[in-house]
């Protein structure tokens, strides 16, 4: 998970927040044993765009709107 930090931090617009440890943690927690994760939407694409979710074989959603009951 240590690439979803690097990618994070190669733009020079995005302003690294506090909360951003927390939720890089937590997806190298749950991405290799979880088969849905919802990070919000800034991890999301990074997750998707660097092909983790398939890499993991995790379905990667942008909030709980997108579950389907």
């Not at 440890?21 to 997750?47: F, G, N, Q």
């Not at 979710?53 to 990667?60: L, N, Q, S």
Request: proline letters at 4%; one cysteine or more.
């Amino acid at each position: 998970m240590s690439h979803l930090l690097y990618d994070v931090h190669r733009d020079p617009k995005y302003r690294f927040r506090q909360q951003d440890r927390v939720d890089i943690l937590e997806l190298a927690l749950t991405m290799p044993y979880c088969d849905v994760v919802i990070p919000d939407k800034h991890w999301a694409s990074h997750v998707r765009g660097m092909k983790l979710d398939v890499e993991y074989d995790t379905t990667v959603l942008s909030g709980e709107s997108q579950l389907k009951k």
